[in-house]
């Protein structure tokens, strides 16, 4: 393949853009090369500006569950774009895409729209420490929840107590009220409500992981989670950025039978435009201005290009069940192929997945958390990811991340897929 104009944008963009990205995870800083420029995309398939197709395993990370430019999305985005596109007054649409999306996911009342999965993240664990009127908050290492201050944690050497900034310009004081706990280790979690008694507002988690690769919970972990919180009077947070209406209708919370108190949407609910989301029973949500006290704003809050495209998706989404059962078949049979190949190749190898996520680690030993996942080979994903992009697949460009299936996907594509599998496999 020829990448000859997206090494030129791509030169011109660092002159302009630090390192030439709005997202570091695009520059392929882990898999080394430079960064494919996107032209356009339709259905499973994404085009470079150099005319090269792919077969796109990543889905915009998430948003483009029905597959990329979907008619009807276009369509609603396309109507609604003729009469303005920001308005700074409510309309009628955010009411109409609220309803829709409480009435898919389980016991949440209200929801509040803002602009990230990062903004919904940062908003609700603010409204969760105003709600107990408690500082400290407890995330699990490996899970993202994006980039605000509070999350840019990692633990501290040896403490339960609190965590320590992991990227410069996070403050100690922020690092002091976030306390990180593994993945899948209740006892460790017991340990720090023991030593935190009645200081924890919230945990937040992501109930199936899908930014250390595709990490599932043990049986038993989210339920015990569950009655911890409800034991200490803290909030349970289910980050649901990625998991939320790709699962399920009702995200983790539904394939779970587990309800968070706090459950923070991004991705999906905006069908490829900018949105984030955060929702609860009444007695939390009303503690948001205007009515309440906690402070939360937004001037492009509710844009209505965002609130179609969110509702065209969701609307498909909920009308057509089969989404799910197909997205599942094609992941399984992905899934099941990917594992004949790699062991016919003797490739160590672990295959983790839930619904539509599926992550693929070059290690023996299971991958349970952020520490198991780090022991994945580095150098083979590398290979392994640049063997796969020549044939035209394009995959996670991190080892750190799970493929997201996108409906337009056929099983051809996933033939085509395998088949390119087993030419790299050769090639290792
Ligand atoms: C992507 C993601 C976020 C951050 O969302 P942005 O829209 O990138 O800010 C938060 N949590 C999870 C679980 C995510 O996957």
């Given amino acids: 393949m020829i990448y000859k104009r997206s090494s030129e944008l791509y030169k011109e963009a660092k002159k302009v853009i ?36 792919y077969i796109d395993y990543i889905s915009s990370w998430g948003p483009m569950i029905l597959g990329h430019a979907h008619p009807k999305v276009l369509k609603s985005i396309t109507k609604v774009v003729k009469n303005g596109t920001s308005f700074g007054m409510p309309t009628e649409l955010e009411t109409k895409l609220a309803k829709l999306a409480l009435s898919m996911v389980p016991k949440m009342d209200k929801i509040r729209f803002v602009n990230s999965g ?3 993240c940062m908003s609700a664990i603010r409204l969760a420490r105003g709600f107990t009127k408690r500082d400290k908050i407890i995330k699990f290492s490996g899970c993202y929840h994006g980039h605000s201050d509070s999350f840019l944690i990692e633990a501290g050497s040896g403490v339960i107590t609190f965590g320590e900034p992991n990227s410069p310009g996070v403050t100690k004081g922020t690092a002091k009220d976030t306390i990180i706990a593994p993945y899948n280790d209740i006892s ?3 340990s720090i409500f023991k030593e935190n008694v009645n200081q924890i507002a919230a945990v937040i988690i992501e109930p199936v992981a899908g930014n250390m690769g595709c990490i599932v919970p043990n049986p038993g972990f989210l339920e015990t989670l569950r009655e911890i919180c409800d034991l200490n009077n803290s909030l349970l947070i289910f980050d649901e950025v990625m ?17 968070a108190d706090i459950v923070t949407y991004g991705k999906v609910i905006g069908g490829g435009l900018p949105v984030g989301a955060f929702a609860s029973r009444n007695e939390i949500m009303d503690e948001l201005s205007p009515i309440g006290k906690v402070y939360q704003a937004g001037t492009l809050s509710g844009n209505p290009l965002a609130m179609t495209a969110g509702y065209a998706t969701l609307n ?10 197909s997205l599942n078949e094609k992941r399984e049979y992905l899934e099941i192929e990917m594992k004949k190949i790699l062991k016919d190749n003797k490739v160590d190898f672990q295959i983790n997945s839930c619904g539509s996520m599926i992550s693929l680690h070059f290690c023996s030993s299971p991958v349970v958390d952020f520490n198991s996942s780090l022991k994945g080979n580095n150098n083979f994903f590398k290979k392994y990811f640049h063997g796969m992009l020549k044939e035209g697949i394009y995959l996670p460009p991190s080892p750190f991340e799970s493929y997201f299936l996108n409906n337009a996907l056929s099983f051809n594509d996933i033939d085509f897929t395998l088949n390119a599998l087993k030419k790299v496999c050769k090639s290792l």
């Fill in 118 to 120: 990062t903004e919904a």
């Fill in 188 to 190: 460790y979690l017991k």
């Fill in 316 to 325: 498909e989404l909920n009308n057509n069940s089969d989404i799910y059962t």
């Fill in 18 to 53: 630090p390192g030439g990205v709005n997202s570091p995870v695009r520059a392929f800083k882990a898999v080394g090369g430079s960064p494919i420029f996107a032209s356009m995309a339709k259905g499973a398939y994404l085009y470079d500006e150099d005319g090269n197709r």
């Fill in 243 to 259: 998991t939320g209406f790709r699962l399920s209708k009702g995200g983790a919370q539904q394939i779970f039978e587990i309800n």
